[in-house]
């Protein structure tokens, strides 16, 4: 499987198939396993062999859907989240204790700022916010006691891209954990094993599902690592549903697909909005506007699914647009195949205060697409109507 390229493997690494020999996998939605001795059970319970005891810790649906998102991150371990915020939490939980830092970009999911600003102080875990866009300021915010760096490339939804190689230097250096949500790209588009990643996080909910159908997770880490999060997860219980797993683990078999037409379109979108008059401004990755273009081209493959812009009206004509649209609709998630404009100030990122809104780009205009799989000139022509 090692040898085969994204796409086979996307597709071919799967569980074992039972005798009636199905060609597609199987659901397994049981609670519980049946042991073949009582040995087996006691030697299940010790460790000392691999197989399923109870869904909390481990199934065969959930099993291929991880041992797949290993393959394709080209990670060691990992553990299967019943939501993206488990795998977030779950992955910063697992490794730091009472006493030790953190180090994270400004620019992260409003849920993981709650984690960072309100839940760890309460168990004495400090975090330092720093700026994506200025990778010097990263190395000063290190003390004696971080213990991880934490990062979301592209962010959301200021699509500001992280420097990884920078990040991966200075984690080494440093003896620090790098821990990467890589929701927005996918392994597809990147991999940041390859700048020195130990741990890869992701929401499987966005374009891993791509179909706005199912919540899920994944937590992944090194053979070393995964023991402290098997630890916290199996239990903490953020276990994901067999069912889930079976619909992600098919979902990764079109990601690559769904992730080009994605990345075409929502380029298609970002270079419409460029030149149109009542736009004040607009931000995609790949876009020659993109302060960090260069390094986006470095580490992507392609500039990922979301465009973010503002009208020349800012804030006031923003509702008016929205309130427009047509065949797009106006909700909260992202990475499905149907288009979704969402203004964040006044929704997933509302609970900022403003000024934590601004230090991180979200002005009050500011328009986030997740360019769906419609027809591209459909998209366009609605975006062209409410705009007006
Ligand atoms: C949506 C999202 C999450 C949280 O995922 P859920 O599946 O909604 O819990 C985390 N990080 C990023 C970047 C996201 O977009």
């Known amino acids: 499987m090692e040898d085969y390229q994204f796409e086979s493997k996307a597709i071919r690494a799967q569980m074992e198939r039972t005798p009636y020999g199905e060609h597609s996998a199987p659901i397994f939605p049981t609670s519980g396993f049946v042991f073949d001795s009582a040995e087996h ?34 990670m060691e371990a990992g553990f299967p989240t019943a939501t993206g915020m ?49 990778p010097e300021s990263w190395e000063a915010a290190i003390q004696p006691n971080t213990k991880m760096f934490f990062g979301e490339t592209p962010s959301n939804p200021g699509l500001d891209i992280m420097n990884l190689k920078h990040m991966g230097e200075l984690c080494k250096a440093n003896g620090v954990l790098m821990n990467i949500d890589n929701c927005f790209a996918t392994s597809y588009l990147q ?17 891993i599902d791509g179909q706005g159908r199912v919540l899920g997770g994944a937590i992944l880490t090194s053979e070393e690592l995964i023991e402290k999060v098997m630890f916290l997860c199996r239990h903490t219980g953020p276990a994901l549903s067999p069912f889930h797993a079976w619909i992600l683990s098919k979902s990764l078999e079109t990601l690559h697909v769904r992730m080009e037409r994605h990345c075409e379109s929502a380029f298609a979108l970002a270079e419409y909005l460029n030149q149109h008059p009542k736009v004040g401004w607009v931000k995609y990755p790949f876009l020659e506007n993109h302060p960090m273009q260069v390094i986006a081209k470095e580490q992507m493959k392609y500039g990922g699914g979301l465009v973010t812009f503002e009208l020349k009206s800012g804030a006031d004509e923003v509702f008016t647009m929205l309130n427009k649209l047509k065949m797009l609709k106006i909700s ?10 969402t203004h964040p100030a006044s929704t997933t990122h509302s609970k900022l205060s403003p000024e934590e ?29 409410a705009i007006g």
């Open 41 to 74: 059970a006691r030697d299940l319970f010790a460790g000392e062999i691999d197989g399923n005891i109870y869904s909390r810790y481990s199934n065969p649906n959930t099993d291929e859907f991880i041992q797949k998102m290993c393959l394709l991150e080209k």
């Open 86 to 134: 488990a795998a977030m939490f779950g992955s910063i939980a697992a490794f730091v204790s009472s006493g030790d830092h953190i180090v994270a970009s400004r620019s992260v999911f409003g849920s993981t700022h709650q984690i960072f600003t309100q839940l760890l102080p309460r168990w004495g875990v400090t975090t330092t916010y720093v700026d994506i866009n200025d």
């Open 332 to 341: 909260a998630n992202l990475g499905d195949t149907r288009t979704i404009v």
């Open 357 to 385: 809104r601004a230090s991180v780009g979200i002005t009050d205009g500011l328009v986030r697409v997740s360019v769906g799989l419609e027809n591209i000139q459909d998209i366009i022509k609605d975006v062209e109507q």
């Open 191 to 207: 991999t940041p094993k390859d700048f020195g990643a130990d741990i890869v996080t992701h929401s499987a909910t966005k374009f």
